[in-house]
Every structure is written in C-alpha cells, then in structure tokens.
C-alpha cells in the first residue's frame, strides 16, 4: 500500500489545484458574460454592413467609379491573420487556430510558402510564440490589442492592412479565427478579407440592390469600403476574444470535475491504505499477546 503521507500530500495538492481551477472557472465566467453582449449587439450590424459593402462592390464593377479595396490580381504576396489568446489553459482553443494556419498555408498557397511569399501577422502571444519558431515570415505583433479591445485600438491594425493592400505588398489578406458560438462550442473559421469581391453573377441572390446614394455614390463608397472593413476585422477579433473565455470557463469546468474524481478516488485509496495500516497493527498487538501467552 502507499505512504499514508503521500496520500494526503496529494490529496490536499490537488485540493488546491481544484480550488484555483474553479475560481478560474467564475473569473472567465464573468468575462464571457460582458464580452458576449458585445458580440451579440455587434453581429448584425457588421453583417448588414458587410452585405452592403459587397453589393456595393458589384455596383462599382459597373461603374467608373474605381474600388482600391476590390483589386483582383493573381495572388503572389498572400498575409494571413492569426488570431490566438495571450494566455493558455482554454484547451485546444490556440492549436486549433495554429494548425488551420498551417493548413492554409501549405495546402492553399504551397507555391507562395516556397517562394517565401506568405507573411503571418498574428494578434495573440500564443500564436506569436509557436509561429516565430517555426522561422516563418512575420509582422511585429499585435498582442496588445487583448489588453485593450476596442473598436479604436483595432482599427487602426486593420487600417495599416488595408493601406498595405492598396499599395500592393498583398495580393490577398484572410482571418484566421475561432468564431464564438457558445461557452462549449467554437467554430474554426478562415474568411478572406481583402480584396472585396462581389457575388459571381448569375448565382441564387447576386442581384444587387438598388441603392440610392446620398450626397453621391463616389462620396458614400470612400466612406462607407473603409468602415465596413474595419468592422468586419473588429469583429473577428471580439469574436476570438469572447470564444477564449468560452473555451477557458469549459476547460476549467471540466478541470474541476476532473480534480474532484481524483479526490474521491485518492480519498478511497487512503481509506484502504489507512484501514490496512490499522489491521497491521491489530495483528502485530495479537501476535505479541500470544508470543507473551507462549
């Protein structure tokens, strides 16, 4: 049988991992509550938004008016955003993000990756840490956004992508991100972003609408391409951040689960140890009683 003190050393070692799991468990909890507000109140407008932004698109092909965000060209110089967490213990919520990356690179744009054409910018420590190993080509970092997620403060990232667009250093920019659905469910998703394209014509609803534009359209498209953009990018990002609060209160949940299973078996394992220590020395005290008998 084991040491009876190794037992209870373990017992209250892993009481103590149980209680700090479970006060994780409340803390992200809590978080996931307020940020989900944000993402359910942000969702159908960026979606209203985007749905403009796309017929607005298809308008422009017809026009002369000329859309800088909707530059279709062969695509040689592809950025991927990769959107992970600064922090960990959310279970597979960062290696899930980090793998489609890989995919995506390697499957998607193989002939890109070799000529050393694809570039990462990533928003989010862990995605930082894994990718800069792997001695791939990167961005400066965007982690800071997560210590301060506002409308504002992301902006001015998706505005620095968008400028690098229009100048012509990307052919292409994709997302990369967990899409909240629920504290237990996350979906993967790779969306493009940059370039804008339209519908292809002739598919179920690629009529655009009829819009009409006031003070003019050429007014309403330098003001409206810019902001719709920025939102779609600001909602990947709040999308990711209340997904890891989702997916950190899950694993802690289930970590705490977990941490009581062991308790009540290890508890069992020191009763039986405990008992059999007792039976010892019942015997030890009846051997020596009939050795003094003898």
Request: proline share 3%; with cysteine; glycine share 4%.
């Amino acid at each position: 049988m084991a040491n009876l003190k190794a037992i209870r050393i373990r017992i209250s070692s892993v009481k103590s991992t149980k209680q700090i799991t479970s006060a994780m468990k409340m803390v992200s909890a809590a978080k996931l509550r307020k940020a989900q507000d944000k993402i359910v109140r942000l969702r159908p407008y960026a979606s209203k938004l985007h749905e403009i932004l796309v017929w607005l698109s298809q308008s422009l092909a017809d026009s002369e008016l000329e859309n800088e965000y909707g530059r279709i060209s062969e695509p040689e110089k592809i950025l991927l955003i990769v959107i992970t967490s600064n922090r960990g213990l959310c279970g597979a919520f960062n290696s899930n993000v980090i793998k489609e990356a890989r995919r995506v690179a390697s499957e998607k744009y193989p002939e890109q990756l070799n000529k050393g054409n694809v570039t990462f910018l990533t928003i989010g420590k862990k995605g930082f840490d894994y990718l800069r190993k792997q001695r791939v080509k990167m961005l400066p970092e965007r982690n800071y956004l997560f210590n301060s997620l506002t409308f504002e403060n992301v902006a001015a990232v998706a505005g620095e992508v968008m400028n690098n667009f229009v100048t012509g250093e990307y052919d292409r920019v994709e997302l990369i991100y967990n899409q909240f659905k629920n504290a237990a469910v996350q979906n993967l998703t790779e969306e493009p972003f940059l370039p804008v394209e339209a519908p292809a014509k002739g598919t179920a609803g690629s009529a655009p609408a009829d819009y009409i534009y006031e003070p003019t359209q050429e007014e309403i498209i330098k003001e409206l391409i810019p902001k719709s953009l920025k939102i779609q990018f600001y909602k990947a990002v709040l999308d990711s951040f209340v997904a890891e609060h989702g997916a950190r209160m899950t694993a802690m949940h289930k970590a705490t689960d977990n941490a009581t299973g062991m308790i009540r078996d290890l508890t069992l394992q020191y009763n039986k140890a405990r008992q059999a220590a007792i039976t010892n020395q019942i015997l030890e005290v009846v051997s020596g009683a009939e050795a003094l008998k003898g």
